[in-house]
């Protein structure tokens, strides 16, 4: 029988084989280098997101937004709405409210003299309310030294409407005429929307507190934030314009307001001031004389 295998060809498998044997070794090798200076690593694997969240379902194919109506009158919130295929209880279809926290305040509502703009049409009281002109308004008081009490609690200055008309004091000023140069000096602004009635008086005070500020009670909301000097000054009233309204040089007398004649504040004639001698409030030997946010005494 013949051998499969010359002799001759022995040493080439033998060689062949270390030959293989060596390059699986190198790849063996190359596997176990995994990180190593110079070698580069694998990707690592990305984490599997799971699941796309599910789109909402509806009963319908066309489902429409609806606006929630908190106040109940039909009108709906544009800033918050859901999803739905039918009106929800509680929701409108529309999103025509500009404050969904009043049910008088909508587009069909009637505009009344509020200071808000109840039929949402981003005017305030329009109609209803005039601009002052000169003369339309006076400063009809001012306690600038109040006694046995803080000046920075108790000043206070009173305005009066001589017209027929509410007026809006929106945008207009108080303030020293030694300061009345647009854009500079210390002055009071109405910021909002304060409404002063038709023949009528308002007092504004630098503290709502009866106790600190000499037992007024009755004022409009807004407060008076600057302060009176205690010596003889003058003040001026000027419109959102700067066109100057009302002035007055008061004089200060301790725990006594400047006030102006009763006669003279719904009369064409000439202004008559003098200081009030009604008590409105004591504290112990302290007395304070005038009448805040209440129709002026005569002058004698």
């Known amino acids: 029988m013949k051998s499969l295998f010359k ?90 409210d500009c404050n969904d926290l009043v049910p008088f305040v909508h587009p069909d509502a009637d505009e009344i003299l509020d200071g808000v703009d109840n039929d949402c049409d981003a005017e305030i009281d329009e109609g209803l309310a005039v601009l002052a002109q000169p003369g339309d308004i006076v400063i009809s008081e001012i306690m600038s030294n109040p006694e046995g009490l803080q000046d920075s609690e108790a000043e206070y200055v009173e305005l009066a409407n001589r017209t027929g008309s ?40 630098k503290n709502q507190n009866s106790t ?29 314009d700067w066109e100057i309204i009302d002035q007055i040089n008061y004089e200060s007398q301790s725990g006594h307001s400047y006030q102006l004649d009763r006669q003279s504040i719904f009369g064409d004639g000439k202004k008559i001031y003098c200081q009030s001698d009604y008590i409105y409030s004591q504290y112990g030997d302290a007395e304070n004389y005038g009448t805040p946010g209440a129709i002026n005494t005569d002058c004698q």
């Open 212 to 240: 600190a500020n000499g037992s007024i009670s009755e004022s409009l909301s807004q407060l008076f934030n600057i302060t009176l000097n205690n010596s003889n000054t003058e003040i001026v009233l000027v419109s959102k």
């Open 166 to 205: 509410p007026i809006d004091l929106y945008g207009m000023k108080i303030m020293k005429r030694a300061d009345f140069d647009p854009g500079s000096g210390s002055f009071h602004t109405f910021s909002s929307h304060v409404i002063l009635e038709a023949m009528s008086v308002a007092v504004f005070v």
């Open 7 to 96: 002799t001759k060809n022995i040493g080439k498998l033998v060689l062949l084989g270390t030959i293989l044997i060596g390059c699986q070794s190198n790849d063996e090798a190359t596997d176990s280098s995994e990180g190593a200076p110079g070698v580069a690593s694998p990707a690592p694997s990305k984490p599997n997101p799971g699941p796309a969240p599910a789109e909402p379902e509806f009963d319908c194919e066309f489902p429409a937004l609806y606006f929630l109506d908190a106040d109940g009158d039909s009108y709906g919130d544009p800033s918050n709405f859901t999803t739905a295929c039918e009106l929800p209880a509680g929701y409108a279809e529309n999103a025509d």
